[in-house]
């Protein structure tokens, strides 16, 4: 099985994401006036399809004004540097065979692959 690691700009390792090669391989959210942002979908509180690792999820919601109204976002942050990785929504359920859950939307510009990390120390010569 493929799994794809992902650490904080700080180096802090803060996802695991077991079954998929890369940040590329998930879905986007695409919302009017939002760039498109990989995804995950969490299905329970403990999915086995992903570990998040040192790192907190708020207590309080951001709320962020949208064109279409408001949106409610519960931050995922760095233990070591506090700085935000994701932000999670309640999912609301649509019809009769959706169940309501939680989105991931990954900030892809906090988070450098395991590989990455590794490509630069070798050209560093550490």
Not at 34 to 58: C, F, G, H, R
Request: contains cysteine; negative net charge; proline residues 5%.
């Amino acid at each position: 099985m493929l799994a794809e690691s992902y650490h904080c700009v700080c180096g802090t390792l803060v996802l695991v994401l077991p079954g998929y090669a890369n940040l590329a391989e998930l879905p986007r959210r695409k919302a009017e006036g939002l760039q498109e942002t990989p995804i995950l979908v969490i299905k329970s509180d403990i999915d086995p399809q992903s570990a998040m690792l040192n790192s907190t999820l708020n207590k309080t919601a951001q709320v962020v004004r949208r064109p279409d109204g408001f949106e409610k976002r519960w931050l995922w942050r760095c233990n070591r540097c506090k700085i935000p990785w994701a932000y999670e929504l309640k999912v609301e359920q649509e019809s009769e065979n959706d169940s309501t859950g939680r989105m991931m939307c990954l900030l892809v510009d906090s988070l450098t692959s395991t590989e990455a990390l590794k490509r630069a120390a070798d050209e560093s010569g550490d």
